[in-house]
C-alpha cells in the first residue's frame, strides 16, 4: 500500500476519531422558540459514539484506473471529567476500529473486536498498528461555546503504539499519521468539529457561517460552512450543514498538493443534554498529489450515532 493511501486512510481515520460535536441547551423550547446551541454537557456524563464510514475512490496509477472502497467503524467514549471555571475537561477513549479495504485486488479486513487473521501483510500491519490505538486515551478542555483549551496525552499515546509496534513497516504508517495526532494540529481539528456552534439564539429556518482554517495530517484545509437549523422537534434539533472545502492556500505539501470538494448532510441533537443523536455526511472530494498529479475522486458517506452510557 502506498504512501498516498496511508495518508488518506489517517485523514480519514483521524476525523473519524473527532467527527462528533455536541449542542443543546438545558430547557426544551416551545415550538417557535429560538434555541441556544452550546456545549453543555455535565461532569459526570459518559457517552458513546460509533461513525462508519464508506469511502469509494478512483486513483490513476499509470495510466490505469485504480478502484478502491474502505469501509470504516469508529467507536469512541467521552467522559466529562471536570468542570471548572467554564472550561470543561474531556476524557477520551478510543474503543474499536475496524476496517474492510479493497484496492487493486487486494483485501485487507480486521477488526479490533476480532482475533487478527493475516498477521503478516498489510492487514497484519494495519491490523497491529490500530489494535495497538484500542484503549488509547487523551484528554481536551473546552468551553460552551466549543473553543478548545488545551489538549493532553496524544503524543504519548502514540509514543506508547510506536514502542509497541516497531517493525519498519509499521513505522512509517506511524511516521505517516503522525501530523494528524500532534497536539497543535488534533487542537485545530476538534475545535473545527465543534464550530456548529452559532454566537446567537436561533430559530428554525435560521442560517449562520463559519470559515474554518485546519490541519488535517499535514494538509492545510479551508472549509466554509453554513449551518442551518432546520427543525426543532421537542427535545430534538436538526441542524444541516453544507460546506466547501478547498487547500487553505498554495503551499504544496509533503503528498498533496491540491483538494476540493464539498460536504452535505443534517445532525440531530438532544437539547437538554448537548448530545449529537445521529448524523449522516455526503462528502465528495478532489485530491491531488505530487506522485500522482491525475486528481484522486472521492466520495465518501459517513453515519454517527450517539448515547449515553
Given at each position: 500500500?502506498?504512501?498516498?493511501?496511508?495518508?488518506?486512510?489517517?485523514?480519514?481515520?483521524?476525523?473519524?476519531?473527532?467527527?462528533?460535536?455536541?449542542?443543546?441547551?438545558?430547557?426544551?423550547?416551545?415550538?417557535?422558540?429560538?434555541?441556544?446551541?452550546?456545549?453543555?454537557?455535565?461532569?459526570?456524563?459518559?457517552?458513546?459514539?460509533?461513525?462508519?464510514?464508506?469511502?469509494?475512490?478512483?486513483?490513476?496509477?499509470?495510466?490505469?484506473?485504480?478502484?478502491?472502497?474502505?469501509?470504516?467503524?469508529?467507536?469512541?467514549?467521552?467522559?466529562?471529567?471536570?468542570?471548572?471555571?467554564?472550561?470543561?475537561?474531556?476524557?477520551?477513549?478510543?474503543?474499536?476500529?475496524?476496517?474492510?479495504?479493497?484496492?487493486?485486488?487486494?483485501?485487507?479486513?480486521?477488526?479490533?473486536?476480532?482475533?487478527?487473521?493475516?498477521?503478516?501483510?498489510?492487514?497484519?500491519?494495519?491490523?497491529?498498528?490500530?489494535?495497538?490505538?484500542?484503549?488509547?486515551?487523551?484528554?481536551?478542555?473546552?468551553?460552551e461555546k466549543?473553543?478548545?483549551?488545551?489538549?493532553?496525552?496524544?503524543?504519548?499515546?502514540?509514543?506508547?503504539?510506536?514502542?509497541?509496534?516497531?517493525?519498519?513497516?509499521?513505522?512509517?504508517?506511524?511516521?505517516?499519521?503522525?501530523?494528524?495526532?500532534?497536539?497543535?494540529?488534533f487542537k485545530?481539528?476538534?475545535?473545527?468539529?465543534?464550530?456548529?456552534?452559532?454566537?446567537?439564539?436561533?430559530?428554525?429556518?435560521?442560517?449562520?457561517?463559519?470559515?474554518?482554517?485546519?490541519?488535517?495530517?499535514?494538509?492545510?484545509?479551508?472549509?466554509?460552512?453554513?449551518?442551518?437549523?432546520?427543525?426543532?422537534?421537542?427535545?430534538?434539533?436538526?441542524?444541516?450543514?453544507?460546506?466547501?472545502?478547498?487547500?487553505?492556500?498554495?503551499?504544496?505539501?509533503?503528498?498533496?498538493?491540491n483538494l476540493?470538494?464539498?460536504?452535505?448532510?443534517?445532525?440531530?441533537?438532544?437539547?437538554?443534554?448537548?448530545?449529537?443523536?445521529?448524523?449522516?455526511?455526503?462528502?465528495?472530494?478532489?485530491?491531488?498529489?505530487?506522485?500522482?498529479?491525475?486528481?484522486?475522486?472521492?466520495?465518501?458517506?459517513?453515519?454517527?450515532?450517539?448515547?449515553?452510557?
Amino acid at each position: 500500500m502506498n504512501k498516498t493511501i496511508h495518508i488518506l486512510l489517517a485523514f480519514f481515520l483521524f476525523n473519524a476519531l473527532i467527527g462528533c460535536n455536541g449542542g443543546g441547551s438545558k430547557s426544551t423550547p416551545a415550538s417557535g422558540d429560538a434555541i441556544v446551541l452550546r456545549f453543555n454537557v455535565d461532569k459526570g456524563i459518559k457517552f458513546d459514539y460509533i461513525m462508519t464510514m464508506a469511502m469509494n475512490m478512483d486513483q490513476n496509477v499509470m495510466g490505469n484506473t485504480m478502484h478502491m472502497t474502505n469501509k470504516m467503524k469508529v467507536g469512541y467514549i467521552f467522559e466529562v471529567t471536570n468542570d471548572s471555571a467554564g472550561w470543561k475537561t474531556l476524557n477520551s477513549t478510543i474503543d474499536r476500529i475496524g476496517m474492510n479495504v479493497n484496492a487493486g485486488g487486494m483485501s485487507i479486513n480486521f477488526d479490533t473486536d476480532s482475533a487478527m487473521i493475516d498477521t503478516t501483510g498489510p492487514a497484519g500491519i494495519m491490523g497491529k498498528v490500530f489494535g495497538a490505538m484500542k484503549g488509547g486515551q487523551f484528554t481536551f478542555t473546552m468551553n460552551e461555546k466549543g473553543q478548545v483549551g488545551s489538549v493532553r496525552g496524544m503524543k504519548e499515546m502514540m509514543e506508547k503504539i510506536t514502542e509497541k509496534e516497531n517493525a519498519p513497516d509499521a513505522q512509517m504508517m506511524m511516521q505517516s499519521m503522525g501530523k494528524a495526532f500532534d497536539e497543535n494540529n488534533f487542537k485545530q481539528n476538534i475545535s473545527q468539529s465543534f464550530a456548529v456552534y452559532p454566537d446567537n439564539p436561533v430559530k428554525q429556518g435560521d442560517s449562520w457561517t463559519k470559515t474554518l482554517n485546519i490541519n488535517s495530517n499535514g494538509i492545510p484545509m479551508k472549509s466554509e460552512n453554513t449551518y442551518t437549523l432546520q427543525s426543532v422537534d421537542g427535545n430534538k434539533a436538526t441542524i444541516k450543514v453544507a460546506a466547501k472545502i478547498s487547500s487553505a492556500d498554495s503551499t504544496v505539501t509533503e503528498a498533496i498538493s491540491n483538494l476540493s470538494g464539498t460536504m452535505d448532510g443534517t445532525s440531530v441533537y438532544e437539547i437538554s443534554t448537548g448530545m449529537l443523536t445521529s448524523g449522516d455526511m455526503d462528502m465528495k472530494m478532489n485530491v491531488k498529489t505530487q506522485q500522482q498529479p491525475t486528481p484522486v475522486l472521492m466520495d465518501i458517506k459517513m453515519t454517527m450515532t450517539g448515547k449515553k452510557l
